[in-house]
């Protein structure tokens, strides 16, 4: 595949090799790349074909379909569990076979898309949720991933190119990754690769051009991809060391969640990068009034703000739920008790009146907590 490099902090197949021979569990490697077409169905393959020639049982779980000829030369060499083919509004879905994959045990499984949704009546939701499944069977698994997929970089990602993601996938499952490998490709190449047809069909090669295949978007991502690459790679490399195995002491993060925010996924996201770049431990942490009791608040808010506390959990953070009719004594106590160093919260609503006057919570957190940094956001 022309033009095309990987960077991925000193690793090569031979390592991989090793530590599926390692190790009982089985090891994960993912394939992160800045947008479709930079190559990382191609180089999965190329792998797994490597894996194979050393006498590795390798098979294809699940691969896209991309009518690409080297992509399908490399499918060709290698075995296929015929993917399971369910049918949604009278369409036929192809989804990857969890039971004939986990009967087979092969020791290395190529899985493709690793944040694809599953569709409905699937035994889990989500493919990392198989994956994981996998892992815990023995089997070591290769996939690939785009870095617009990662649940933190949803806004991000929002701004950048103006595309909201459906598809994501929390970046602690994608940390656990025993290698990440970023494969690359410059802006202009892959715009190349697009126009030549090589990405998308004929007749959708305009419209992405058009909207997210722009030589800027495709540049904001490659510059977030290297990014989060070296955060992994960073992130991994102090959890090999003994002396920092543990999440650092000198920060801990807390997020104030209030069940009215208008964007708490936004807040929550924000929280969990700052944690991961001070590598801190982080806690969510809602303060419940009298006047929130689950009796007293809508459904509607209940259920956000459920889902909230949901997603602040799958993030790696650790939910917390106090009860106290004042607010801000519950989160000064608590951040004093946990020694917290970093407070993140939501802007509060413009005030009227006479309440305007008064100081705000923030305000009274910042007096109540001197040396510790409160982070508006």
């Given at each position: 595949m022309e033009k095309e490099h990987q960077v991925e902090g000193r690793?090569?197949?031979?390592?991989?090799?090793?530590?599926?021979?390692?190790?009982?569990?089985?090891k994960l490697k993912v394939?992160?790349?800045?947008?479709a077409g930079v190559g990382k169905t191609y180089s999965m393959l190329v792998e797994g074909n490597r894996l194979r020639n050393r006498g590795v049982d390798v098979v294809i779980g699940y691969v896209e379909p991309h009518e690409r000829p080297e992509t399908t030369a490399q499918i060709d060499k290698l075995e296929i569990i015929p993917p399971r083919i369910t049918l949604y509004h009278s369409i036929q879905i192809r989804e990857m076979n969890m039971d004939a994959i986990l009967a087979r045990k092969p020791t290395v499984v190529l899985v493709d898309e690793f944040a694809h949704n599953n569709s409905p009546g699937s035994k889990n939701q989500k493919r990392y949720e198989d994956v994981l499944e996998l892992l815990d069977a023995g089997i070591s698994v290769i996939t690939t991933l785009n870095v617009q997929h990662l649940e933190s970089l949803y806004n991000v990602i929002?701004?950048?190119?103006g595309t909201k993601v459906k598809e994501r996938i929390p970046d602690s499952i994608v940390a656990q990754a025993d290698q990440i490998v970023n494969i690359d490709l410059p802006a202009e190449d892959l715009i190349e690769?697009?126009?030549?047809?090589?990405?998308?069909?004929?007749?959708?090669?305009?419209?992405?051009?058009?909207n997210f295949f722009t030589e800027t978007n495709l540049t904001r991502l490659r510059e977030i991809t290297f990014s989060e690459v070296a955060n992994f790679l960073d992130r991994r490399?102090?959890?090999l060391k003994p002396e920092d195995n543990k999440p650092s002491s000198m920060s801990k993060v807390m997020v104030a969640i209030s069940s009215r925010g208008p964007h708490p996924e936004t807040l929550l996201r924000k929280t969990a990068r700052l944690a991961n770049q001070l590598n801190a431990q982080w806690y969510g942490v809602y303060v419940r009034t009298n006047q929130e009791a689950p009796d007293?608040?809508?459904?509607?808010?209940h259920r956000r703000l459920t889902d909230t506390l949901e997603i602040a959990q799958k993030m790696g953070g650790t939910v917390l739920i106090l009860k106290s009719n004042d607010i801000v004594l519950a989160l000064t106590s608590f951040a004093r008790e946990y020694g917290i160093t970093q407070v993140v919260?939501?802007?509060?609503?413009p005030r009227r009146g006479w309440r305007r006057f008064l100081p705000s919570l923030v305000d009274r957190l910042s007096v109540n907590l001197p040396g510790v940094d409160v982070i508006l956001s």
């Open positions: 690793h090569s197949p031979e390592d991989f090799l090793h530590l599926i021979q390692k190790q009982a569990r089985g394939y992160l790349g800045s947008s929002e701004m950048a190119t690769r697009l126009k030549a047809g090589k990405i998308y069909a004929s007749d959708r090669v305009e419209q992405a051009m058009g490399q102090r959890l007293k608040i809508s459904s509607e808010i919260m939501g802007k509060s609503r």
